[in-house]
């Protein structure tokens, strides 16, 4: 009879303790998980961000590049421009020595 009630209050014991601890748990993780949700956005949208830092880099970099041949082109353009008078030019020069 005496090892019955041993068992016994032993078991409550063990289930108030794991009760307590539980809710020590839960008070535990209440206090912790709005800082982890935190943290975790913190996380998410910062490497979100320097993501979208990239891209805009890239993107700026590609334009770069092309404003870059486009002013090449229409450097070539205005060099050619320049030589065309130039030619025409000596042209008119060569006509006008011929006739004297």
């Not at 809710?23 to 913190?42: D, E, G, K």
């Not at 486009?70 to 006509?95: D, M, N, P, T, Y």
């Amino acid at each position: 009879k005496n090892k019955m009630s041993v068992k016994l209050q032993c078991w409550a014991r063990i289930s108030f303790a794991r009760k307590a601890y539980q809710a020590a748990q839960h008070r535990r993780w209440l206090s912790v998980a709005p800082f982890a949700a935190i943290t975790a956005q913190r996380t998410f949208r910062g490497w979100l961000g320097r993501r979208k830092a990239t891209m805009v880099k890239i993107e700026l970099l590609r334009r770069l590049e092309r404003m870059e041949a486009a002013s090449l082109v229409l450097q070539a353009f205005g060099r050619v421009l320049v030589a065309k008078q130039k030619l025409h030019k000596l042209i008119a020069e060569k006509k006008e020595m011929e006739r004297k």
